[in-house]
């Protein structure tokens, strides 16, 4: 996989890092191949894309030519997209021309979602996974995010973690963990949507990264149905975690975070055409019930204004795609649509719904977290430890000279009394003396304690910041 990867060129193109503010989705249109099956069923090809432009022409298989009511109403239906692909387009075009854009971004501490839409049989899970010979857009970013941290190298210090979850039936299960019960979402009090128990594992090169990923798709549920062979029956969301600083420590350190999404969805059907009964007419129903959700929100979000109330809680899937659909991401849509006309109603429907996503917009903001503030006030703590360990050694000093003047007259004054006398004033000096040695030990039993503690505010530091991290 690396191999092919690497044959591709795939990191050769500088990164784009997009500006702060508000932007609109991304979104791409990705026209399949016709498959042997639709050419058997002497289905036509309906929707193509128009040369040098982004525009897909759909063309409505059922209107009659002979009536005269619809005679000077056109059969074509356009819409325009940021990319459009046709079957020409291989992975490394597609992955190039959608989440690519969004890795300059991650680096630079931004969050980011790309994500397949379409009806099932359309080609999302191609997209996303590809082959062990053409691998998908999951794999090529993460195998250029990589590479990009490679450069950087001696200059910045990183941390990739993944996680990856399946929504099955409206049911949380961890694809990395896979033997582990259902979770559940939580909102914290700042509103972010977060899976509880979910497992998070890091990664240090491409190869485990990969590994992780095949482990995930193994534990992915899928079944065939007669519309697809190979149809995913769950959503699929993988999330990468980049932490990083610059390894010159300084007193404006920033620490840099982002979250980068990439979501299979399974595929919109009808249960005329997939043929299904029982349980996976009940799975059908429960990812159209999703699917219908999203796009519930996406006609929301793309109302001029966007002040109509947006419902995320309709569904888990849109509960986690809360950010990436309305909050801090940059965000890319690929739809999938098949040329068949056997497919027009799904494929008009999807076309619709990305036509809509256009007019969503995020806000974006930079991830990052300045603990200039935090070194400073450790330095000043420092430093008044200091100083308390200078003023003990001060009053020991003190107090060591007048107890030894004082012993010395009484000694002298003593001299000519009687032995006896003399033997009980000197034990009372050597019980002085220990009593202040035993005084002294414990200035220094300070004195210590207080240096250790000096030692200790680079922890104290280094856990308060991955504490702050953590909180955000």
Do not use: W
């Not at 619809?70 to 074509?76: C, D, G, H, V």
């Not at 509880?196 to 149905?225: D, Y």
């Not at 429907?349 to 990052?368: E, G, S």
């Amino acid at each position: 996989m690396t191999n092919v990867l690497k044959e591709n060129g795939g990191a050769g193109t500088p990164l784009l890092v997009l500006p702060t503010g508000e932007q609109q989705i991304v979104v791409a249109c990705r026209i399949r191949p016709m498959t042997e099956e639709e050419i058997l069923q002497g289905a036509t090809i309906i929707a193509h894309k128009v040369a040098e432009d982004n525009m897909v022409v759909l063309l409505d298989p059922d209107e009659d030519h002979d009536d005269i009511l619809r005679a000077n109403r056109s059969r074509e239906r356009k819409y325009m997209f940021d990319v459009v692909s046709d079957a020409r387009a291989g992975q490394q075009e597609v992955y190039a021309s959608t989440a690519k854009i969004l890795l300059g971004s991650v680096l630079e501490g931004y969050n980011a979602t790309v994500f397949a839409y379409g009806a099932t049989g359309a080609g999302k899970t191609y997209t996303m996974l590809g082959t062990e010979n053409n691998p998908g857009v999951m794999y090529r970013t993460l195998h250029d995010l990589f590479v990009e941290i490679k450069k950087f190298e001696g200059q910045r210090e990183y941390q990739v973690s993944m996680s990856y979850l399946e929504i099955y039936n409206e049911l949380i299960r961890d694809l990395l963990a896979p033997s582990s019960s259902f979770l559940e979402l939580r909102e914290d009090a700042k509103g972010t949507i977060q899976v509880a128990g979910l497992s998070e594992l890091n990664a240090r090169t491409p190869e485990e990264v990969m590994e992780m990923l095949h482990k995930g798709n193994r534990a992915r549920t899928q079944e065939p149905t007669k519309a697809n062979k190979t149809s995913s029956r769950s959503h699929a969301v993988l999330q990468v975690n980049i932490k990083q600083r610059d390894v010159t420590r300084s007193h404006t350190e920033q620490v840099r975070f982002a979250k980068l999404y990439m979501i299979d969805l399974a595929g919109s059907e009808r249960a005329a055409q997939t043929q299904n009964t029982g349980r996976r007419m009940m799975e059908g129903a429960h990812i159209n019930r999703s699917l219908l959700a999203l796009g519930n929100c996406i006609n929301a979000l793309s109302e001029k204004g966007n002040t109509k109330y947006v419902n995320y809680r309709d569904s888990k899937l849109t509960r986690i795609l809360k950010d990436s659909l309305g909050g801090n991401s940059r965000t890319v849509m690929i739809a999938h649509i098949s040329p068949a006309s056997v497919h027009f109603e799904e494929s008009r429907n999807t076309l619709n719904y990305a036509d809509r996503a256009k007019y969503i917009k995020t806000k974006i903001r930079r991830n990052v977290i300045d603990v200039s503030y935090h070194i400073a006030q450790y330095q000043q703590i420092i430093q008044d430890l200091r100083s308390q360990v200078q003023l003990l050694r001060d009053q020991r000093d003190e107090l060591e000279i007048r107890l030894t003047t004082t012993n010395e007259a009484r000694f002298s004054r003593l001299s000519d009394s009687n032995t006896t006398e003399r033997l009980r004033v000197e034990e009372g000096l050597k019980l002085k003396e220990n009593i202040l040695q035993t005084y002294r030990k414990q200035i220094d039993a300070r004195r210590a304690l207080l240096e250790i503690d000096s030692g200790l505010m680079d922890v104290i530091h280094e856990c308060t910041r991955n504490e702050s991290i953590i909180e955000q």
